[in-house]
């Protein structure tokens, strides 16, 4: 359990019975698939913030910037105790160090995205985000976050998962009382990651690590950091995957035979025109790399970004 990676998630998504109207909202994929790799770190805001089950249902209104957590029959503004337990579980969330949240999708204290928000004539926006959500992702910028509806599409979950993977290593890295030559390492070791995600950051990280030994280290790692989730947070698309697995080739394109070199470039072409997933290309250039000893590619996390029995890599 200790090994696992620590993840906040909604509590009904655990199947717990904690909605307003003492339902669950289990979801499969994190409680049957997830929960082998993650160590949930469950939260009900409505329920621990003192609201009973069942209890009336809720909804944002008022000012989109500022919206107030009212019910819906009775007109009850629980917005200041909500906020109060907000504050308390975001202190005791920073002791959890978690590499990550996935949040219920559409509630007013846990919705991520497009929460609904009604204004004065009655008309909803989906503009809001719960506000729960919103003080998780105030207080943690660099934390991947995500709802449980949008797990559901390959590439969104394999971005997602990566992004745990990496901000998880980050937080490792930095729990390693980090030199500047670590740093050195680390982002040797994530190059052709962040080429995958941003190539423009990738240039942005090599001059910043390279004019870094100067810099106080704080400063440095800060800077790092928020280039880092930002990259990550960029989708890797099958145009930027295909130009990774070109620059691959060039490490051993020398060694390989005509037949295997022939091979390896149908197999990305196939990719390329999206017949085949980005698992083939990736499993040949893993094989090549073991059998003539690369070094610096059997590194590279790009090859192994999360655990290859999550499957992400077979539907993107
Ligand atoms: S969506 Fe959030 S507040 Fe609502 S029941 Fe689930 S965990 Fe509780």
């Not at 202190?91 to 846990?110: D, H, M, T, V, Y």
């Not at 196939?270 to 980005?278: K, V």
């Amino acid at each position: 359990m200790e090994d696992r990676i620590k993840v906040g998630v909604s509590s009904c998504l655990l199947g717990n019975q904690v909605r307003y109207d003492g339902s669950h909202k289990r979801d499969r994929y994190i409680t049957d698939v997830l929960a082998e790799y993650f160590h949930f770190i469950p939260v009900c805001p409505e329920v621990e913030c003192g609201l009973p089950v069942p209890r009336e249902t809720m909804h944002l209104e008022g000012d989109p910037e500022q919206p107030r957590l009212v019910t819906t029959r009775s007109n009850i503004d629980h917005t200041a105790k909500m906020k109060k337990f907000c504050a308390e579980m975001i202190r005791e969330l920073q002791n959890e160090k978690l590499s990550a949240f996935i949040f219920k999708k559409g509630s007013p204290s846990s919705g991520l995205h497009r929460v609904k928000i009604y204004g004065h004539s009655g008309q909803a926006q989906k503009k809001g985000r719960g506000l729960f959500a919103s003080a998780v992702a105030n207080h943690f910028p660099l934390l991947p976050l995500e709802e449980e509806g949008r797990l559901h599409d390959a590439k969104l979950r394999e971005n997602f998962i990566e992004r745990v993977y990496c901000y998880h290593r980050w937080q490792s890295f930095l729990e390693s009382t980090p030199d500047y030559k670590k740093l050195v390492q680390f982002h040797t070791r994530h190059k052709l990651q962040l080429m995958a995600h941003s190539p423009k950051h990738l240039s942005k990280m090599g001059k910043l690590v390279a004019g870094g030994k100067t810099m106080p280290r704080e400063e440095l790692l800060d800077q790092y950091q928020a280039y880092l989730m930002e990259a990550m947070a960029l989708k890797a698309t099958i145009k930027k995957n295909v130009n990774v697995l070109y620059h691959i080739m060039g490490y051993f394109k020398t060694f390989l035979a005509g037949d295997e070199k022939a091979e390896l470039l149908e197999i990305i072409d196939a990719y390329a025109r999206s017949t085949t997933p980005l698992v083939v290309p990736l499993t040949m250039v893993s094989h090549y790399v073991r059998k003539y000893g690369v070094s610096y590619l059997q590194n590279q996390v790009y090859l192994e970004p999360h655990p290859s029995e999550l499957m992400l890599r077979n539907h993107v």
